[in-house]
């Protein structure tokens, strides 16, 4: 095994992101619905770039950074333009229990702080790991709210608002 390698995602990822995508979809319902094109939903409205897990050529993992969404800034305290959204953050099935998503998050504070910009990130909350993950590694509940979709287990889905450590804000 070589060594997991947190880089940019290039053209030559979106096949391995979306056959990642496929075992989190399988497992996890991640996205609830598998997207009808799954390359495109890798690139959300609002990109401002995507990185990729690799070990070896094997894609493990996935990240992207966008524009942020609406209600966190205001919970977060902070104006929208200080702000990046962490989306499409995923791990391969076959790579879990090694640190990648981890890594991956890292990677997201990481490029937001050089950028001058606090990270945000939403996630429903039926996504225990998910949220474990994220209250490990520090990041504090700002806010939540109802979503405009339905679960796979048929509940209007319940967003939580998580912001990075290092920007601080209040729990709601």
Known sequence: ??????????????????????????????????????????????????????????????????????????AVGLPARRLVGVARLFVDLRARRRGVAARLLDEATRVAADRGRTPVLEVEAGATSAIRLYERAGWSRVGSSAGDWTTADGRVARLLWYVAPSAGGGRG
């Open 1 to 74: 095994m070589s060594e997991l390698t947190i880089r940019p995602r290039g053209d030559d990822d979106i096949p391995g992101c979306v056959a990642a995508l496929a075992t989190v979809h399988a497992a996890d319902r991640y996205p609830v619905d598998w997207p009808v094109d799954p390359e495109g939903w890798l690139t959300p409205p609002g990109l401002l770039g995507a990185w990729v897990a690799v070990d070896g050529g094997d894609v493990l993992g996935h990240m992207a950074l966008t524009r942020p969404m609406e209600a966190p800034p205001v």
